[in-house]
């Protein structure tokens, strides 16, 4: 992985730079947070349909999820030969473990409370602990004295393919879809862990941070099987 990062360095400034970017919408919209009254028709009409009030928790979690992914990726890409790959390692795992923890917790609360958590506070951590997951496997063959096994190359190849075809979806899904339609768009956004039901640049800010998540998750797992 270090080797291809550092072989093609216009391709690793553009990851970096796209990552500074998602990062840096993603401070924006955590120090402006959504207030009830933004959300757009189609937000409210899920929330009509499980009869839960409309609310900005799931917002703040998916994008403080972002916002730890796009450090960690950002630290790999600027050192990646002097990052420990004992310590990117032990990050991810423990972000997998936490990520996975919640997710757990909340699919117990969306069971057993007379009032069901919202998907949307349940898919991004899903997403997010598939993509953490997808980063460690990509790392598993790196060592401080070089490289040692490593993943597959047809594993990481097909989760390639399928954090390629998330980020067209949603590029696409977003670019279609209209603020009074849901239909089947809004579900696609919803079912991919991006939380975009909002009004104006509001969702297409939040499309930005999942669709550099999607493509530095790509980008990494092709550095990692490309010897």
Same mark, same amino acid.
């Given at each position: 992985m270090v080797q291809f990062v550092q072989e093609y360095a216009a391709l690793r400034w553009a990851v970096v730079a796209a990552f500074v970017i998602a990062g840096a919408i993603v401070l924006v919209r955590l120090a402006a947070p959504v207030a009830d009254g933004v959300a757009s028709v189609v937000e409210r009409s899920w929330r009509q349909a499980d009869s839960t009030p409309v609310h900005s928790a799931g917002y703040h979690e998916s994008d403080a999820a972002h916002l730890i992914m796009c450090l960690l990726m950002l630290a790999m890409l600027v050192?990646?030969?002097?990052?420990?790959? %004992?310590?990117?390692?032990?990050?991810?795992? +423990?972000?997998? &473990?936490?990520?996975?923890?919640?997710?757990? %917790?909340?699919?117990?609360?969306?069971?057993?409370l007379p009032r069901p958590v919202p998907v949307d506070r349940l898919v991004p951590l899903g997403y997010h602990t598939v993509t953490a997951a997808a &980063?460690?496997?990509? &790392?598993?063959?790196?060592? &401080?004295?070089?490289?040692d096994g490593g993943p597959g190359r047809i594993p990481a190849l097909a989760l390639t393919a399928l954090f390629v075809v998330d980020a067209s979806a949603?590029?696409? +899904?977003?670019?279609?879809? %209209?603020?009074?339609?849901?239909?089947?768009?809004?579900?696609?956004?919803?079912? %991919?862990?991006?939380?975009?039901?909002l009004t104006g640049p509001r969702r297409r800010s939040a499309m930005v941070p999942h669709v550099v998540m999607d493509l530095g998750t790509a980008y990494m797992l092709i550095a990692a099987v490309s010897g």
């Amino acid at each position: 992985m270090v080797q291809f990062v550092q072989e093609y360095a216009a391709l690793r400034w553009a990851v970096v730079a796209a990552f500074v970017i998602a990062g840096a919408i993603v401070l924006v919209r955590l120090a402006a947070p959504v207030a009830d009254g933004v959300a757009s028709v189609v937000e409210r009409s899920w929330r009509q349909a499980d009869s839960t009030p409309v609310h900005s928790a799931g917002y703040h979690e998916s994008d403080a999820a972002h916002l730890i992914m796009c450090l960690l990726m950002l630290a790999m890409l600027v050192f990646p030969a002097r990052a420990s790959p %004992s310590a990117v390692r032990g990050v991810l795992t +423990a972000m997998v &473990m936490v990520f996975a923890a919640l997710l757990v %917790s909340r699919v117990l609360e969306w069971r057993n409370l007379p009032r069901p958590v919202p998907v949307d506070r349940l898919v991004p951590l899903g997403y997010h602990t598939v993509t953490a997951a997808a &980063m460690l496997y990509a &790392m598993s063959g790196h060592a &401080m004295n070089g490289h040692d096994g490593g993943p597959g190359r047809i594993p990481a190849l097909a989760l390639t393919a399928l954090f390629v075809v998330d980020a067209s979806a949603v590029t696409v +899904a977003v670019a279609r879809l %209209s603020a009074d339609t849901p239909g089947h768009l809004g579900f696609l956004l919803r079912s %991919s862990g991006c939380v975009v039901a909002l009004t104006g640049p509001r969702r297409r800010s939040a499309m930005v941070p999942h669709v550099v998540m999607d493509l530095g998750t790509a980008y990494m797992l092709i550095a990692a099987v490309s010897g």
